[in-house]
């Protein structure tokens, strides 16, 4: 018997179980430094919801005989109506578009914002955003907070002796953890957790990551480290080239994508949302992801749903936490759904925003974003004063895109080859302009609209010469805006594709699955659960890469256990089937199947 042999006889399996938590794009995200044991519960229940209200046009009518007309002026799902002396609403007196009804009057277009950028930007301590046509600040030191950017726009975030300026203070490592600076706060990412050691890539410009070394298992009719393409299989829409014939997608269209716009109203069961406005934001929409190409979407709108909660009206991070856990939202429907939340206003870190989203399991251009458990579904949410743009730019990360300008500071690199004492020889499984902004190769560099501007014909004007494509949607420069390049498109099939195959899952029962099988849907991993419901279920991938170091299953990708062993930690281990990549099997005492032992990172 080898030295795997011994190792094993006195083997520790960790199945920590327990309930989904949620989390946001959006919101902080943070990397515990110190991690502390969890607790096993049984799957949460799901957070109890106003019920909803069917949608209900007003028609347009005479006043009432013998009532006077035009008594008084009423808001009404969005927009200035008449109200006669008898209490009867019957004739719009003036249509809102995009701004609030406050009191029966339309708010007035503001004089505009002068040079605050699209996303508004921190002046000292005084977060500054540009809301309805009129600056708006907030005053971050009022609530002991600091001002800090963020690709989304100025944040009021809690004071931190972290503190740090990301123009000056690139990422570094210090030993196997990465030290980089993201919106404001220096972070410390173990790599070890990701299976992963800290440290330069081998070409390229980018500064110190967590680079993952792929161990030179070999593979049958595979010679590639990095891994081969799967078997040819019939095409589907997926944006992927299933058939291995060199074309994405050429089978045909995909199956509409069905929208469910929530509107949310008052105690009288008014919002700010009518008819006419839904009408033509989903034209918008449709404008946006069709293409004279075979990537195109078809968006159409299933249902519209009135939910009376007035504390949603404005929202927050709470609010939004809420929702998403909400089956009324969640749960509308047993077929794949995009939930569309419409309400006033949404505050996120005190700041206005137009809107929010979302992203698949934390993942946007292809890497993880958000570290905590994420839901199956998600949702969208907008604010009445948004540009025409906005819902189709949420909706871009809802189906797994970035921002242009997004910062990949604390994403993980695959290498081939290489040590842990020396990267001689290796190189990086993906592209350089994989690594930088949005992860997308065939969007240029973006600064962002803190380096750039546009002139009156949309063209970009960058303090260092960038020339970003300013009509991306998911750029930050919202007049010029006006649909996808075709890598995004494919990336949106793609999301599309995982998130139909997770839809099932959302059931009281989930999918039912067995440990080490394989049955669950791609980037979903079958785990044990306690509590009503079967006993083994399919959830979405934790962040821990395989070989990573985990404290619990549930943070484990890829199928894998997190698996202990006596004299190292606690590892994110596969369980090893026939073509799974990189995989030596050994068969371990304690352990009911085989699993690829190098994920232990134990040497023979």
Same mark, same amino acid.
């Given at each position: 018997?080898?030295?795997?042999?011994?190792?094993?006889?006195?083997?520790?399996?960790?199945?920590?179980?327990?309930?989904?938590?949620?989390?946001?794009?959006?919101?902080?995200?943070?990397?515990?430094?110190?991690?502390?044991?969890?607790?096993?519960?049984?799957?949460?229940?799901?957070?109890?919801?106003?019920?909803?209200?069917?949608?209900?046009?007003?028609?347009?009518?005479?006043?009432?005989?013998?009532?006077?007309?035009?008594?008084?002026?009423?808001?009404?799902?969005?927009?200035?109506?008449?109200?006669?002396?008898?209490?009867?609403?019957?004739?719009?007196?003036?249509?809102?578009?995009?701004?609030?009804?406050?009191?029966?009057?339309?708010?007035?277009?503001?004089?505009?914002?002068?040079?605050?950028?699209?996303?508004?930007?921190?002046?000292?301590?005084?977060?500054?955003?540009?809301?309805?046509?009129?600056?708006?600040?907030?005053?971050?030191?009022?609530?002991?907070?600091?001002?800090?950017?963020?690709?989304?726009?100025?944040?009021?975030?809690?004071?931190?002796?972290?503190?740090?300026?990301?123009?000056?203070?690139?990422?570094?490592?210090?030993?196997?953890?990465?030290?980089?600076?993201?919106?404001?706060?220096?972070?410390?990412?173990?790599?070890?957790?990701?299976?992963?050691?800290?440290?330069?890539?081998?070409?390229?410009?980018?500064?110190?990551?967590?680079?993952?070394?792929?161990?030179?298992?070999?593979?049958?009719?595979?010679?590639?480290?990095?891994?081969?393409?799967?078997?040819?299989?019939?095409?589907?829409?997926?944006?992927?080239?299933?058939?291995?014939?060199?074309?994405?997608?050429?089978?045909?269209?995909?199956?509409?994508?069905?929208?469910?716009?929530?509107?949310?109203?008052?105690?009288?069961?008014?919002?700010?949302?009518?008819?006419?406005?839904?009408?033509?934001?989903?034209?918008?929409?449709?404008?946006?992801?069709?293409?004279?190409?075979?990537?195109?979407?078809?968006?159409?709108?299933?249902?519209?749903?009135?939910?009376?909660?007035?504390?949603?009206?404005?929202?927050?991070?709470?609010?939004?936490?809420?929702?998403?856990?909400?089956?009324?939202?969640?749960?509308?429907?047993?077929?794949?759904?995009?939930?569309?939340?419409?309400?006033?206003?949404?505050?996120?870190?005190?700041?206005?925003?137009?809107?929010?989203?979302?992203?698949?399991?934390?993942?946007?251009?292809?890497?993880?974003?958000?570290?905590?458990?994420?839901?199956?579904?998600?949702?969208?949410?907008?604010?009445?004063?948004?540009?025409?743009?906005?819902?189709?730019?949420?909706?871009?990360?809802?189906?797994?895109?970035?921002?242009?300008?997004?910062?990949?500071?604390?994403?993980?690199?695959?290498?081939?080859?290489?040590?842990?004492?020396?990267?001689?020889?290796?190189?990086?499984?993906?592209?350089?302009?994989?690594?930088?902004?949005?992860?997308?190769?065939?969007? #240029?560099?973006?600064? /962002?609209?803190? !380096? @750039?501007?546009?002139?009156?014909? $949309?063209?970009?004007?960058?303090? +260092? *010469?960038?020339?970003?494509?300013?009509?991306?949607?998911?750029?930050?420069?919202?007049?010029?805006?006006?649909?996808?390049?075709?890598?995004?498109?494919?990336?949106?099939?793609?999301?599309?594709?995982?998130?139909?195959?997770?839809?099932?899952?959302?059931?009281?029962?989930?999918? #039912?699955?067995?440990? /080490?099988?394989? !049955? @669950?849907?791609?980037?979903?991993? $079958?785990?044990?659960?306690?509590? +009503? *419901?079967?006993?083994?279920?399919?959830?979405?991938?934790?962040?821990?890469?395989?070989?990573?170091?985990?404290?619990?299953?549930?943070?484990?990708?890829?199928?894998?256990?997190?698996?202990?062993?006596?004299?190292?930690?606690?590892?994110?281990?596969?369980?090893?089937?026939?073509?799974?990549?990189?995989?030596?099997?050994?068969?371990?005492?304690?352990?009911?199947?085989?699993?690829?032992?190098?994920?232990?990172?134990?040497?023979?």
């Amino acid at each position: 018997m080898g030295l795997v042999g011994w190792l094993w006889r006195p083997v520790l399996v960790l199945l920590i179980t327990g309930g989904l938590g949620w989390w946001m794009l959006s919101l902080p995200s943070r990397e515990p430094t110190t991690p502390e044991p969890q607790p096993e519960p049984a799957l949460a229940a799901p957070v109890a919801a106003p019920e909803p209200r069917a949608w209900r046009p007003r028609p347009v009518v005479e006043p009432a005989p013998g009532c006077a007309p035009q008594a008084e002026r009423r808001c009404v799902d969005g927009d200035a109506w008449w109200v006669d002396g008898c209490g009867v609403t019957y004739a719009m007196a003036q249509e809102c578009g995009a701004a609030l009804c406050q009191a029966g009057a339309c708010e007035p277009a503001g004089p505009g914002c002068g040079d605050i950028p699209p996303t508004g930007r921190c002046e000292g301590e005084r977060a500054v955003v540009c809301t309805g046509g009129r600056p708006f600040a907030v005053d971050c030191a009022a609530s002991d907070k600091r001002c800090v950017s963020t690709d989304e726009g100025p944040a009021c975030r809690p004071a931190s002796a972290d503190a740090c300026d990301p123009a000056h203070e690139p990422p570094r490592c210090e030993g196997l953890t990465l030290v980089s600076c993201v919106e404001g706060e220096r972070r410390r990412l173990d790599c070890d957790t990701r299976g992963a050691i800290c440290g330069r890539p081998p070409s390229g410009t980018t500064p110190a990551a967590c680079l993952q070394l792929h161990l030179p298992v070999p593979q049958p009719d595979c010679e590639d480290p990095c891994g081969c393409p799967a078997e040819a299989t019939d095409e589907l829409c997926n944006g992927l080239d299933d058939d291995h014939d060199g074309f994405i997608d050429e089978s045909g269209t995909c199956p509409p994508v069905d929208l469910v716009f929530f509107v949310i109203v008052d105690e009288r069961g008014e919002g700010s949302h009518s008819p006419e406005d839904l009408e033509r934001e989903l034209a918008r929409l449709q404008r946006a992801f069709a293409r004279d190409d075979e990537f195109g979407l078809e968006l159409r709108l299933a249902d519209v749903v009135r939910v009376a909660e007035p504390s949603w009206l404005v929202m927050d991070g709470d609010d939004i936490d809420a929702m998403v856990r909400s089956p009324t939202i969640s749960r509308h429907r047993a077929e794949f759904y995009v939930p569309v939340v419409l309400t006033d206003r949404i505050l996120l870190d005190e700041v206005p925003r137009p809107g929010v989203s979302t992203v698949p399991n934390g993942v946007c251009g292809g890497q993880r974003r958000v570290f905590g458990p994420q839901p199956l579904l998600g949702l969208v949410a907008v604010a009445k004063d948004r540009w025409p743009t906005t819902l189709a730019h949420e909706l871009g990360h809802f189906f797994g895109l970035c921002h242009t300008h997004g910062d990949h500071a604390e994403q993980v690199i695959p290498l081939d080859g290489g040590t842990s004492e020396s990267l001689e020889g290796a190189r990086a499984c993906v592209e350089p302009c994989a690594r930088e902004g949005d992860g997308i190769c065939d969007t #240029p560099i973006d600064p /962002g609209p803190e !380096s @750039c501007t546009v002139d009156p014909e $949309c063209a970009p004007l960058c303090v +260092d *010469g960038s020339l970003p494509e300013t009509s991306a949607v998911m750029s930050y420069y919202p007049d010029c805006r006006t649909g996808f390049t075709v890598q995004q498109a494919q990336l949106m099939r793609r999301t599309l594709a995982l998130r139909r195959a997770w839809q099932p899952c959302l059931a009281r029962d989930g999918c #039912p699955c067995e440990v /080490g099988d394989g !049955s @669950c849907p791609e980037q979903m991993s $079958c785990r044990r659960f306690t509590g +009503d *419901g079967p006993p083994e279920r399919c959830v979405l991938d934790g962040p821990v890469t395989p070989g990573g170091v985990c404290r619990g299953s549930l943070e484990c990708s890829a199928d894998a256990q997190c698996i202990g062993q006596p004299d190292g930690p606690t590892r994110c281990v596969r369980p090893c089937r026939a073509g799974t990549p990189a995989c030596r099997c050994e068969l371990v005492e304690g352990v009911s199947h085989p699993i690829c032992i190098n994920d232990l990172r134990v040497e023979d």
